[in-house]
């Protein structure tokens, strides 16, 4: 039975008296054994697995501890309990109440929304940009998630004062919204729970006993749902140093003041921790001993051994670091799966990558987007493959397609115009065979009736071109417009200049130095920075295009080390897609690495203003929730932790000090310096 394999803090826990019992089950301490435990002890106590109800963050959580019990008891008792996340559960209690409800994907119900938004007038009342209705919709989600006893129109004038002039409008529109859904009874996640919650209200469902795992992750939403149950008996489990969701609306306040909201509350501590070694706790211990203490607790080591102490790199420069931690991975002698690298900012992610890559080690990113992946560095190896690959039809789709106006059709039919102007496109922009006859028809000239169309060649000095490529002949094609014509224009300065190129460097700043590659990137933050409001924000997009320009420095001084264009072009190209199989070294952000562990893990870049985050607290974030994600990414590591940062990053042109994390932890000095051992 669970019951007998449970140390003395979980067994006191999973045989609590019915009441209001809260665990606090620290990182590693095995909370899904106590639950499981817990589960088992009620069936064995008697009650009816129909009076269980399980409450989980994820579908996958509750179906791991279904399955666990299962090995105790028969399939037809398990799944008689109800298990899973807040909105399946919601979903399952409302269609055994015989509630008539349509779940709505929120695609759809944003456009339901639309319909409503487009009917009203705005621009008579203020000078100021209404929101997108998609951005309204958001706005809406947040408050009924957030907000219990206040009418939507009062919390959004005090929380969005610019946009009050049009809060009666948009609190119209809402309530037309919420009457068209009646209607047609759809409903969207939120509904579930809010509808649920007015349920309970004339219909009571009871349950002997509700479990809630990740209690420190509800929202004012779930959490008032729970309370709405009136449950004979509530097992919640949570640690409020885990608690860094904050930004998606999750209250920490809520595992805090339980013993505050419940008079009989139970506190119990999971205090001994499975996972990690006594050096690695102990440094956790002290960190998080620098936040406030909602309730008594200290991580105890229960694993015997010797285990190598946390060990701080320090670095001259940013990509030192990573390039000696790919080094460190390739002769660890551990296998990649159980590998972590974490890190707090993305741009950490994509320097880790690179380094991963030129050592041949492949890596699974988690919690961000692959540096390789991403548009701009997409575009950058499409006009690479233009000068190197001239018969890469799909490069040139996937730039021409950046020209207003331009779909894959007529890019395809462009590049099909320069391959009958030259063998190549190559030789079709720059030598073209000028008595070649682009003229195309839609059936044969004699078969041609009143009303069917020749295609008839345009003028090709139509356009305001500055150069010689103002008389090409794939500007008499028709469909060509002015700014496809610009960018035809520039790619061709691009081709011509290409074949005086020596090294990869050379082409790589012709590359960056191409104003239709500069359009591209100025698209790419433009569409970035506009928020949901339809507006763009011109800060975002200067530290977006920052953001892209680093991210061209990092391509740059990668080709420095590759003379051979082709190489250079390969490893970016081919290795992307040898090394993009979802296996290997694990790129994990904080929040993606929550509830894993690894035998080795790396924490990168503690530099302060770096982690912790100085831009993400001064948008309404704390040191707090800070301390509580570094405390989450070295509790990840079972054997070895390393944690690093570098004092200087020459792209950027900063220096750094060390995070204040490191100094709490005693393995720095003010100074930046290490402690002496």
């Known amino acids: ?88 559960s919601a979903y399952h209690l409302l269609r055994e109440f015989d509630k008539h409800i349509i779940l709505k994907p929120r695609s759809e119900l944003r456009l339901l929304l639309k319909s409503i938004f487009e009917r009203r007038s705005f621009h008579h009342l203020s000078d100021i940009k209404p929101y997108m209705p998609s951005y309204l919709y958001d706005v809406y989600s947040l408050f009924q998630n957030k907000v219990q006893d206040e009418e939507f129109i009062s919390w ?73 149950f009136k449950s004979k008996s509530l097992f919640c489990v949570g640690d409020y140093d885990q608690s860094i969701y904050a930004f998606n609306g999750a209250d920490i306040g809520i595992i805090g003041g339980f013993k505050d909201r419940f008079k009989d509350a139970n506190i119990f501590a999971l205090n001994k921790n499975y996972r990690s070694s006594k050096s690695i706790l102990a440094l956790a211990n002290k960190v998080i001993l620098n936040n406030e203490r909602l309730y008594p607790k200290e991580l105890v080591v229960t694993r015997q051994g010797e285990f190598k102490a946390p060990t701080l790199l320090v670095f001259d420069e940013l990509f030192e670091q990573y390039q000696h931690i790919a080094n460190m991975i390739l002769v ?83 590049f099909d115009g320069f391959l009958k102007l030259g063998a190549n496109l190559l030789q079709g922009f720059l030598s073209p065979d000028k008595s070649v006859n682009l003229q195309k028809t839609s059936k044969k000239s004699f078969e041609l009736g009143l009303f069917d169309d020749i295609e008839l060649l345009a003028d090709t000095k139509r356009f305001s071109l500055q150069s010689e490529f103002n008389d090409h002949p794939i500007l008499s094609l028709p469909k060509i417009n002015e700014n496809c014509a610009k960018n035809l224009e520039q790619i061709y300065f691009f081709l011509k200049k290409s074949k005086d190129c020596k090294s990869s460097a050379q082409l790589v700043s012709l590359v960056l130095e191409n104003e239709f590659f500069k359009q591209i990137c100025d698209f790419l933050a433009n569409k970035r920075a506009t928020n949901k409001a339809g507006q763009v924000d011109l ?139």
Not at 32 to 44: C, D, H, P, Q
Not at 194 to 217: A, G, S
Not at 368 to 386: D, Q
Request: net charge neutral.
């Open 1 to 88: 039975m669970p019951l007998s394999k449970l140390n003395e803090e979980q067994l006191s826990a999973a045989t609590a008296k019915f009441g209001h019992n809260l665990i606090i089950a620290s990182a590693g301490t095995g909370k899904t054994s106590t639950i499981v435990a817990r589960i088992a002890y009620l069936l064995k106590q008697g009650i009816s697995p129909e009076k269980i109800m399980l409450l989980t963050f994820t579908n996958k959580a509750s179906k791991e501890m279904i399955s666990r019990l299962e090995r105790y008891f028969d399939k037809s008792i398990t799944s008689k309990i109800l298990a899973g996340t807040f909105h399946s």
């Open 156 to 228: 959004f004038s005090k929380f969005n004062q610019e946009q009050s002039v049009y809060a009666e409008i948009y609190d119209d529109i809402l309530k037309e919204y919420e009457e068209e859904k009646r209607r047609f009874s759809y409903v969207d996640f939120n509904d579930l729970l809010l509808e649920l919650k007015k349920l309970l209200k004339t219909h009571r469902k009871e349950f002997d006993e509700i479990l809630v795992d990740e209690y420190q992750d509800t929202n004012p939403l779930q959490g008032s749902l729970i309370d709405a």
């Open 332 to 414: 660890s002698g551990i296998a990649h799966e159980q590998i972590a690298v974490i890190f707090r900012n993305n741009s950490s992610a994509d320097g880790m990558e690179i380094a991963l890559r030129e050592q041949g080690i492949a890596s699974a990113r988690k919690g961000s987007g692959s540096f390789f992946e991403s548009l701009e560095v997409r575009v950058f190896c499409a006009f690479l493959s233009l000068a190197l690959n001239p018969k890469d039809i799909m490069a040139f789709i996937h730039l021409l397609e950046y020209s207003k106006g331009v779909g894959s059709v007529l890019a395809k039919e462009i």
């Open 539 to 677: 800060l975002r997009k200067n530290e977006i295009l920052e953001k892209i320009a680093l991210k061209m420095e990092v391509l740059k001084e990668l080709s420095k080390t590759y003379v051979d264009t082709y190489k250079y072009f390969n490893f970016l190209t081919l290795g992307s897609s040898e090394m993009s199989n979802a296996k290997g070294v694990n790129l994990l952000s904080i929040h993606a690495s929550k509830g894993l562990e690894f035998e080795l893990v790396f924490v990168v870049d503690l530099a302060q203003n770096r982690f912790p985050n100085a831009k993400l607290m001064a948008m309404g974030g704390s040191l707090e929730e800070e301390r509580r994600l570094f405390y989450v990414a070295v509790t990840r590591a079972r054997d070895i932790l390393y944690l690093s940062y570098a004092r200087y990053d020459k792209l950027k042109k900063t220096h750094y000090q060390p995070s204040c994390f490191l100094i709490e932890a005693g393995l720095c000095k003010e100074s930046g310096s290490k402690v002496a051992k």
